[in-house]
C-alpha cells in the first residue's frame, strides 16, 4: 500500500537558518505529492505541491522536487522565520481506481524557530 | 467564502455517548472527507464522499458512520463513544477526486475528548 515516511522530530532552529524535511514514500504508478502545514491552532493548508517526476513546486520560500529515483520530496527552505513555526505533513494522492482523492500522510514534523 | 466549517470546536464525552460531528463547505466541491489526527501518526482517512448520496470506507472507518444527503454538508456520526476516539478531527473537501493532484481545503478542526 501506500505510504509516506517524514524524519523524526520535532525541529528547533534559529531565525535565518536553512531548513530541510526529510520525506520519502512509498506507491505504485505516479503519486502527486503535497506538503501541507499546519500552524497553531488551525488546519491544515496546503504548502505547495508536485504532480510529476522532477517537478519542482515552491511557496513563501519554500521547495520541494519530486525525486522519482529516489522516492523523495523533501521540503527546504534557506532562511526560515518565527512565523514559520507550524507543523508540516508530507502527504501523496494516488492516481487510479478508488484512490482518487485520497491523502497519505506522514506523521507531521514540528518546526519550531527562536528569535 | 466561509469555506470549510466545523462545528464544535471542542467536545468532551462520557464513554458510551453519542454524538455528530458537522461539517459544511459553501465552495460547490464534489468530494468531502473525515480525518482524524492523533499524535504521531499523521491524518488517517475515516470516511469519505465522491458526491451527494455516495459514501465509502476509508483507513479507519469502525465506530463512525457517515451520509451525505447534501453537496454542502458531511456530518460523521459517533454511535457509543470509546476513549479510543479521542482525537482531533478534521474534514476536508476539493473540487473534484477525478483529479489526483487536487488541493484539499480543511476545516479548523474538533478536538474530541471521551472519558
Known amino acids: 500500500g501506500n505510504s509516506v515516511t517524514q524524519m523524526e522530530g520535532p525541529v528547533t532552529l534559529s531565525e535565518e537558518a536553512f531548513l530541510t524535511i526529510n520525506c520519502t514514500y512509498t506507491?505504485?504508478?505516479?503519486?502527486?505529492l503535497f506538503w501541507y502545514v499546519q500552524y497553531p491552532g488551525e488546519g491544515l493548508q496546503l504548502l505547495l505541491k508536485?504532480?510529476?517526476?522532477?517537478d519542482k513546486g515552491s511557496n513563501k520560500g519554500f521547495e520541494a522536487t519530486y525525486r522519482k529515483e529516489t522516492t523523495s520530496f523533501h521540503l527546504e527552505k534557506g532562511s526560515v522565520q518565527v512565523s514559520d513555526s507550524a507543523v508540516y505533513f508530507c502527504a501523496l494522492s494516488r492516481a487510479g481506481g478508488t484512490s482518487y482523492g485520497k491523502l497519505t500522510f506522514g506523521q507531521g514534523t514540528i518546526l519550531t524557530v527562536h528569535p | 467564502n466561509a469555506g470549510v466549517t466545523q462545528t464544535p470546536k471542542f467536545q468532551v464525552l462520557k464513554t458510551g455517548q453519542s454524538m455528530t460531528l458537522q461539517c459544511a463547505q459553501d465552495?460547490?466541491?464534489?468530494?468531502m472527507s473525515w480525518y482524524r489526527q492523533d499524535p504521531g501518526m499523521g491524518l488517517r482517512l475515516i470516511h469519505y464522499?465522491?458526491?451527494?448520496?455516495?459514501?465509502d470506507q476509508g483507513e479507519v472507518p469502525n465506530g463512525y458512520n457517515v451520509s451525505r444527503s447534501t453537496t454542502e454538508d458531511f456530518p460523521l456520526r459517533l454511535l457509543s463513544a470509546a476513549p479510543s476516539q479521542t482525537s482531533v478531527y478534521f474534514c476536508?473537501?476539493?473540487?473534484?477526486?477525478?483529479?489526483?493532484?487536487?488541493?484539499?481545503?480543511f476545516g479548523p478542526g474538533t478536538r474530541l475528548t471521551v472519558l
Open positions: 476536508a473537501s476539493s473540487y473534484s477526486n477525478r483529479a489526483h493532484y487536487n488541493e484539499q481545503f
Open positions: 506507491a505504485t504508478g505516479y503519486p502527486s
Open positions: 464522499s465522491v458526491g451527494a448520496g455516495i459514501t
Open positions: 465552495m460547490n466541491h464534489e468530494y
Open positions: 508536485a504532480t510529476k517526476a522532477d
